[in-house]
């Protein structure tokens, strides 16, 4: 892969690193993934505070202000203090879903520390080995 070929991935914040409160839902920006082929979603997690949980899920829609659905498959295991402080990626074949994503966040119980981003790429990676899921 030259460097041309990586100026072709597109990186997008969808929620900043940051600590958030227990009770806290977040929904992100519609993201248009029009000409690439893939979704890397990089789920930051930080330290959850006891008894915290955090739950990030990946959705779709045909257009930007449409009714956005999860997509089957693409959630991460619910984080909390047994398995916080690590990095998660997702892999979602763009190919085989809605054109705009949104990912949304909930914090659950007590604070935790975590930032998600999405990396679009014209190129498929990987075999899923990896990935916390791949769909």
Do not use: C, W
């Amino acid at each position: 892969m030259s460097l041309s070929d990586v100026a072709a991935f597109k990186a997008v914040l969808s929620h900043k690193a940051d600590s958030y409160s227990a009770g806290t839902t977040l929904s992100a920006a519609a993201i248009d993934t029009k000409g690439y082929h893939q979704a890397l979603i990089v789920y930051n997690a930080g330290t959850s505070a006891g008894g915290g949980t955090t739950d990030i899920t990946v959705t779709a829609a045909t257009t930007s202000g449409g009714s956005y659905s999860a997509i089957s498959g693409a959630v991460f295991s619910q984080v909390t203090t047994a398995n916080d402080e690590a990095v998660y990626v997702g892999r979602v074949n763009l190919d085989a879903t809605d054109r705009f994503l949104k990912l949304s966040a909930v914090q659950a119980t007590a604070g935790a520390e975590f930032s998600v981003s999405v990396i679009l790429t014209p190129y498929y990676t990987g075999d899923g080995s990896t990935f916390s899921f791949e769909v």
